[in-house]
């Protein structure tokens, strides 16, 4: 809003990013979408890596010391899991980065459009600037040749005046 039309809608700051909202991300808006992309992106916290080396860690400890046997050396299943969890977190992974991909572009258009039309509106308020600068130096010349006519004419009264002063007192 601006201070002399109170009544103007305010501006959408969202409006160069509307035009992207057509863009299916990869995996949909669903929540499969949603929960796979946050289980790929989990895979790759501090929280992830702590957990998997403490399973790990726990595995092989309770393997080796006798008090399980389930995956004795050179543990296969444990090699197994690893496997099964390298099948399914790497396309998570991928699929991920292609969401953010397309996120990101997105992104960088509605910036490059914003942009465009600030660049835009710099250049009309340039111009605007420009055409009121050349309506004020107008308006100073004239100004300036109202002034010099108003001396001149303020000079011609005072020399009628002296004159008609000067036959009024021969006159009398």
């Not at 942009?115 to 004239?142: G, I, S």
């Not at 010099?148 to 009628?160: C, N």
């Amino acid at each position: 809003m601006t201070p002399d039309k109170p009544d103007a809608s305010p501006i959408d700051h969202l409006r160069f990013h509307r035009g992207h909202a057509h863009l299916a991300p990869t995996f949909g808006n669903d929540t499969f979408a949603l929960k796979a992309e946050a289980f790929a992106r989990f895979f790759g916290t501090p929280t992830f890596l702590g957990a998997q080396t403490a399973i790990v860690v726990l595995w092989v400890v309770l393997n080796m010391t006798g008090v399980t046997h389930f995956d004795v050396y050179p543990f296969i299943l444990l090699n197994l899991a690893f496997s099964l969890q390298s099948a399914y977190a790497a396309p998570l992974i991928l699929l991920a980065q292609t969401r953010q991909a397309a996120r990101d572009k997105a992104q960088s258009d509605a910036d490059a459009q914003h942009r465009e039309a600030l660049a835009t509106a710099n250049t009309e308020r340039q111009a605007q600037a420009a055409q009121t600068t050349k309506q004020l130096m107008e308006l100073l010349e004239q100004n300036t040749r109202l002034t010099e006519m108003t001396k001149q004419l303020t000079e011609r009264i005072e020399t009628l005046t002296c004159e008609m002063h000067e036959q009024f007192v021969r006159k009398a």
